[in-house]
């Protein structure tokens, strides 16, 4: 699936997309994937609570299932308007 | 419904005409403007709008279906700007024609409260001391309570 | 605080254009522009305007004060025509622009509710049954008790 | 002092504005001499909770005083906006 970053969250990772296959449940279970990964992951993900994700571009929670889902997009929240 | 997501400045005059053009059964029409303010101590050089493509679009056309539900609306209008801004620049914004001026106000005031927290733009200020990415107010999440 | 009691129409794009131009202390600026509906079996042929010269901008620089004192505003408009109107013509427009949302926003219904109901003005609509004054609303009056 | 009439009272009353000469110490008092005189007077007074009245253009009520004031309005409830 696409992974997906944005503000900060694409500043610590250091790339805006990227394409990773798991076998992740859920967006914990990718998140906890990914923190296993890398420092700058660890970084980014350190504080969930200052994240927000969107799951094929609809906003939802880390327990949301990943069977069928495109696209992941984790970001801060939005600071729009 | 006219939604836009886009780099280029917009006309607020051209804008407010067009919307409100050859109605003659709504009585009301709201525009709101946001505009970028510069900071307190006056050293904001820009501020970069960063958005989540594809998504943005279908995020504010829920929002504004949404408000389309909720109040009697005749029409609605968003535009919202990414990229390179400085201060005085208009970032975005929204209009309502209703038959009624409380629809009209309602309806402008949850598509803004929306949009500030659902809809995926964040900002980044620039300034003398350096670069940073606007934080999310508690105020802004509060808001949409009152929906 | 440009405030106007005219017959000539305006024109809401310009107005809107020169009330935002050059504003780099204010986030938020709100229009607001009724326009002449027609009535609900479309056979309102024109309403006339009536108004109390004198007391008419005595009365709404006084109510562009209380918002002014009440909200933080930069700045505030108001223009309101008098004599004939067809429908589909704009009667009136009022814009506020305050560094933030909320103010202007609330700042331009409270100027709404109270030129609805404070300002020296009487409309009269002809219609295919003949012409007749507007009676004033309850709802209208009672939306001044929010403030 | 000059007494102005808007909308349906001047209509009623069938002149914007007349030089009235009156010794009435209130609005109130006013308005009885007016009624007094016409018919067209009694038929434009003859509910004032249908009437708003501004004494030197400011909006009062009808038991305001008429001690040095040049100009008294009479008119239905706004219906500007």
Do not use: C
């Not at chain 2, 904001?44 to 709008?49: G, H, K, N, R, S």
């Not at chain 2, 803004?112 to 508690?138: H, I, N, Q």
Request: hydrophobic share 45%; proline share 4%.
């Amino acid at each position: 699936m696409d992974v997906l970053y944005f503000a900060w969250v694409r500043e610590r990772i250091g790339l805006p997309k990227e394409r990773i296959e798991t076998t992740a449940a859920t967006v914990a279970e990718l998140v906890e994937e990914l923190k296993a990964r890398e420092e700058r992951y660890e970084a980014a993900f350190a504080d969930l609570s200052a994240l927000r994700v969107a799951v094929d571009q609809e906003l939802t929670d880390f327990d949301a299932p990943l069977a069928g889902v495109r696209e992941v997009a984790f970001f801060p929240p939005m600071t729009g308007g | 419904m006219r939604i836009s997501i886009q780099e280029a400045p917009f006309d607020l005059g051209q804008e407010a005409d067009q919307f409100a053009a050859g109605r003659v059964d709504m009585g009301a029409i709201v525009t709101f403007t946001g505009v970028v303010r510069n900071s307190a101590k006056g050293d904001l050089a820009a501020m970069e709008i960063e958005h989540y493509p594809g998504m943005t679009e279908k995020a504010i056309e829920a929002i504004a279906q949404q408000a389309k539900d909720r109040w009697s609306l005749g029409d609605v209008m968003v535009i919202h700007r990414y990229g390179r801004l400085v201060p005085g620049d208009k970032i975005m914004m929204v209009a309502t024609a209703s038959p009624h001026r409380v629809d009209a106000f309602e309806a402008a005031e949850f598509l803004m409260d929306y949009l500030k927290s659902r809809a995926p733009f964040w900002k980044k200020e620039f300034a003398a001391d350096g670069a940073d990415w606007v934080a999310a107010k508690d105020e802004d999440e509060d808001a949409l309570s009152r929906w």
